[in-house]
């Protein structure tokens, strides 16, 4: 996405705006609540198991907003100090965040060297230990920061990669975490940026839209990984990962974007499984404050509005919006324990914070088929781990240490949320900065320790043998930083020490990182990859799988030791096996896939996992399919099976599927799959031998949903002898409407010459409204350059639903826009016919031209925009009626604004826009672009037919981009028939509403929308 200068310096301006009146706000607001507590007095304020006790650690002024303590291989402390949050500083004024360098010289447990290790780090949240510095993020850049004269100051500030967007504090590049695979996994939420390294310019920038980031050092390579993160990474012992959202609290990541990236045809759908069994999308939590007075109070008007408008019957309080306290809406920082102090029963839990409730959540992680289920302790299932009475209690984040304790890291604030999240009226009494210069740390650790553990652990002098020795230590922190020294260092001497741990250890994960180093080193060989695939623990065996991947072309042993664990009795195994067999081909190989799939077809992770992998066997694949009873039965799988087939589309693997299908049992899957490929793939009038006989006996088949699905199908295949059929059947009245709509849909795969007339004489009988929009549909998917008069031809006798169609097929279609814009600049048609997105889209059209003529129909002068607000303030006033606001929402709203799950939403979900005052909503109808959230940007996207596609982002994958526009129904697009997607900066609300709206009807939508959707 390119920004033009007006562009970024309306962005500049309105941020300046926000941040100084903020800063302004702070000098004269006095705080409402409880006054901060001593750290003395914060540490009687939390209730914790019985078993553990709580440590104060650091406080300030030695600490200030701290959100991330990382411990490197000599014990010095890394703290990242956000004191920027909640707001950047206004341009040319310097960042104030920053790392401070903290060490404990003698080991006593106390620290004793304190010192700014690097300052002006904007809103920096993440930090990771590597070759005697650092790994910092700090949007839009990831550094690599060290001392190198021992002066305990950062002397250099290496960027490493750039491009992350500085989009809202909590929204940011974050959390790096060095991964069991040596890749350094980002939280990046999937924030849009195009990310580039400048140590290589040529290469080119990775899109990070929609997915996370991840990095390799030792092999100088970078990619988009499956995410995504918000606030919280982390790895369990085995290299799962688990991260963290503000009100999901726990998700597994399940499917490795690397395999999706290999199936561009496939739509895998979401990648990360929320995996909580106490609430989901946000769980119960028990915490022992009470709501602060500004959340009171915005969630009083809130339930207000909620009864004022009887919305009992309709719907249940929500729970992140409409209740003051009780369900996680901060979560963030979810750290898995790794050391070995606490009693066993806290190993592998994972923490989670949740700054609104100020305490500290615990999940127990247990194997669920290939990912988890994340359960509350026994005796924690009405109470949190640990919480606190104290309101400032910020726990936003963990650290494994040394000494094998679990560090809480506080960022003590009166106030975490996001201003805009605050309506107007109750924001203007708070200071968001109210306790930067505070800030504490805190040191959880066993009433009865294991053993006696320290911060000096001095690994950065360990020889090769003693770091390989550390893989086996059983504090993970120990484990984790062996490893990762082992990688920076490239010692081949370590090769055969780990050779000898990686055969005979008696613990399996630091075979496991045996296993990984020796990858990293690249020492990987056959023996000692065939020996691992034979280890008696799954989860070696598993790892052993995926370091094999790079074996499988210059080894026919693995490749065939591969093949022969379709047997193997652990379900991971077999799944990343349906993933790895996909670096693979072959009769075998196919015949390995069909043995996965048999034994796990109704599970929607391995479908995905083993289509990932089928690629160009899917026919061979379908063969042995159809061979096996009750792998046949599995519709989901086989429709899966026939998208994939129908998206690549090819003739004669169309008719090896069709010939397939009588010895299936569900054709009607197997039908819409195809069928829905085919529209994935843009196909038009396929000739495929032999398929218009098999379709016309499933066209006359006695199971409706078969006829409805052999009739979806036949509009993308050249089939003359239906729609010569087709040409009688659309103009005859005297036959049914359902005969005659399947007709007017076949004709899409006429020739235009025969079809064309024939749709025309179908518009002019003035149809019903069902065939007029079938008409207006087929006529639409033809290339030739009549269409466009051709659908605005009969407009006058379109109803409501097929003026819609008929708009969208002019603005589909490059070469049918200009005729569109003669239209209404002759005013042939209504300007109020184009909608908000419809507007959207030609202001922002690719060619100047268009663009000029749409702002000379469309757009109003912006700066005249809050003039219009100003004088407008007497609706704020007005009494306003709900029950017509509502009417009128639905009537001028609703197509983009669907509530809650009722449809696709090319606008934000309102749901909790009940907290915006009166005055802030009548700026958001009346000036809609003033601020646009950026995951409802509207894209406008271009494909290689020209036909123009635009909504949100609501999915996307390696290969496929799925937009939501105003439609019920999403649309799923192929990357590779992408020729440009680009960000509108424009808001698709129209910003004239006041045309057609009155003064009333702008009350009584406010009064509706204060109410609570």
Not at 330 to 343: E, N
Request: aromatic share 6%.
């Amino acid at each position: 996405m390119t920004l033009t200068k007006t562009e970024v310096q309306m962005g500049g301006t309105r941020s300046l705006a926000v941040v100084l009146a903020l800063i302004l706000a702070a000098c004269t607001r006095r705080a409402t609540g409880p006054s901060a507590l001593s750290p003395q007095a914060e540490l009687k304020s939390f209730q914790l198991n019985d078993d553990l006790k709580i440590e104060l650690f650091l406080n300030e002024p030695e600490v200030m907003s701290p959100v991330e303590m990382v411990f490197d291989e000599n014990g010095c402390i890394y703290v990242a100090e956000m004191l920027d949050y909640p707001a950047d500083p206004p341009p040319g004024k310097p960042a104030r965040s920053r790392i401070r360098l903290l060490e404990d010289t003698d080991g006593d447990g106390k620290v004793d060297r304190n010192a700014i290790f690097a300052d002006n780090v904007l809103d920096v949240s993440g930090l990771m230990a590597w070759k005697g510095g650092l790994i910092v993020t700090s949007a839009p850049d990831i550094l690599f920061m060290i001392d190198t004269d021992g002066d305990g100051k950062a002397d250099i500030r290496e960027v490493l990669y750039t491009g992350f967007p500085k989009v809202d504090a909590e929204y940011r590049i974050t959390n790096p975490r060095l991964g069991i695979d040596n890749w350094i996994y980002c939280s990046n939420f999937g924030q849009d940026g195009h990310i580039t390294s400048p140590k290589h310019p040529a290469r080119p920038p990775i899109s990070v839209r929609g997915a996370d980031f991840r990095f390799r050092l030792d092999r100088d390579v970078a990619e988009a990984t499956s995410g995504s993160a918000q606030f919280g990474s982390t790895f369990d012992i085995w290299g799962n990962r688990f991260i963290t959202h503000s009100t999901m609290h726990v998700r597994h990541v399940v499917l490795p974007r690397q395999y999706l990236t290999r199936a561009p045809l496939l739509d895998a759908g979401a990648v990360a499984l929320e995996i909580s069994d106490h609430g989901r999308p946000s769980g119960r939590m028990y915490p022992l404050t009470q709501p602060q007075a500004w959340r009171v109070e915005r969630t009083r008007l809130r339930q207000e509005r909620y009864h004022e408008n009887k919305l009992e019957s309709v719907r249940p309080l929500s729970p992140s919006s409409e209740m003051a306290a009780g369900y996680f809406t901060a979560a963030s920082g979810g750290t898995i324990y790794s050391g070995d102090q606490f009693p066993e029963k806290y190993r592998g839990n994972l923490f989670t914070g949740d700054v609104s409730g100020n305490l500290v959540h615990r999940d127990i992680l247990s194997p669920d088929g290939v990912s988890f289920i994340a359960s509350r302790a026994p005796e924690e299932q009405e109470r949190e781990f640990l919480a606190s009475t104290d309101p400032w209690f910020r726990p936003c984040n963990f650290a494994n240490a040394p000494d094998g304790n679990l560090y809480v890291v506080d960022m003590y604030r009166e106030f975490i949320e996001a201003p805009s999240a605050i309506p107007d009226a109750i924001r203007k009494t708070m200071n968001f900065w109210s306790g930067d210069t505070l800030g504490r740390i805190y040191r959880i650790v066993p009433k009865k320790p294991a053993r006696h553990g320290n911060l000096k652990p001095n690994l950065g002098r360990a020889t090769i043998p003693e770091l390989v020795k550390d893989l086996e230590n059983p504090n993970g922190w120990h484990r984790d930083t062996a490893h990762r020294l082992l990688v920076e260092r490239q010692d081949t001497a370590a090769v055969p020490l780990l050779k000898q741990l990686l055969a005979r250890s008696e613990f399996p994960a630091a075979r496991i990182l045996a296993l990984w180093t020796l990858e990293s080193l690249s020492t990987i060989d056959a023996t000692t990859v065939m020996n691992t695939l034979r280890d008696p623990h799954p989860r070696v065996r598993e790892h052993a799988v995926r370091v094999a991947e790079e074996l499988i072309p210059n080894s026919k042993p693995v490749a065939q030791a591969l093949l022969a664990m379709t047997s193997d009795p652990d379900p991971r195994v077999q799944f990343q096996l349906a993933f790895t067999l996909g670096q693979m081909s072959g009769e075998r190989v196919t015949s390995a896939l069909v043995e996965l799939a048999s034994r796990h077809a109704d599970d929607r992770w391995f479908r995905i996992a083993v289509l990932s992998s089928v690629q160009d066997s899917a026919v061979q694949f379908l063969d042995r399919l159809s061979s096996k009873k009750k792998l046949a039965d599995q519709s989901e799988l086989l429709s899966q099976l026939a998208s994939v087939i129908g998206a690549k589309h090819d003739p004669g693997e169309m008719a090896h599927l069709l010939g397939t299908l009588p010895k299936l049992k569900q054709l009607d899957a197997v039908l819409s799959g195809l069928a829905r490929g085919f529209q994935l793939a843009g196909v038009k009038a396929l000739r495929v031998p032999g398929a218009e006989a098999l379709l016309i006996r499933f066209l006359k088949s006695p199971s409706e949903q078969v006829q409805k699905a052999a009739w979806e199908t036949a509009r993308y295949l050249d089939m003359p002898k239906v729609t010569r059929q087709a040409t009688a059947d659309a103009v005859a009245a005297d036959l049914s409407l359902t005969k005659r709509l399947n007709a007017v849909l076949a004709l899409r795969s006429a020739p235009f010459s025969a079809a064309g007339p024939v749709l025309r004489r179908v518009l002019a009988s003035q149809p019903g409204s069902e065939l007029q929009s079938a008409a207006i549909e087929s006529l639409a998917s033809f290339d030739d350059t009549s269409v466009a008069a051709a659908l605005l031809a009969s407009w006058k006798s379109y109803d409501p639903v097929a003026r819609t169609k008929a708009l969208q097929a002019l603005l589909n279609q490059r070469d049918r826009v200009p005729i569109l814009l003669q239209a209404l600049e002759n005013r042939q048609l209504e300007i109020n016919v184009v909608d908000a997105a419809g507007r959207a889209r030609l202001l922002q059209y690719p060619e100047r031209e268009i663009a000029e003529r749409a702002r000379a129909l469309f757009q109003s002068d912006s700066s005249d925009r809050m003039r219009v607000v100003a004088n407008y303030q007497g609706v704020v006033r007005m009494a306003g009626n709900p029950a017509h606001g509502k009417k009128v929402f639905e009537e001028t709203c609703g197509k983009c604004h669907l509530p809650r799950k009722q449809g696709g939403r090319v606008g934000s979900d309102l749901s909790g826009i009940s907290s915006k005052t009166k005055e802030e909503l009548l700026t958001s109808i009346l000036n809609p672009s003033y601020a646009i959230e950026p995951q409802f940007t509207n894209y406008i996207v271009t494909t290689k037919d020209g036909a123009l596609h635009d909504g949100i982002i609501a999915n996307e994958t390696p290969g496929t981009i799925t937009l939501r526009g105003g439609s019920a129904q999403d649309e799923t697009l192929l990357r590779k028939n992408i020729v440009e997607m680009r960000a509108s900066s424009i808001s698709v609300m129209p910003d004239d509403l006041e045309k057609s709206l009155s003064r009333q009807d702008l009350a009584d939508v406010i009064s509706y929308l204060r109410g609570g959707l």
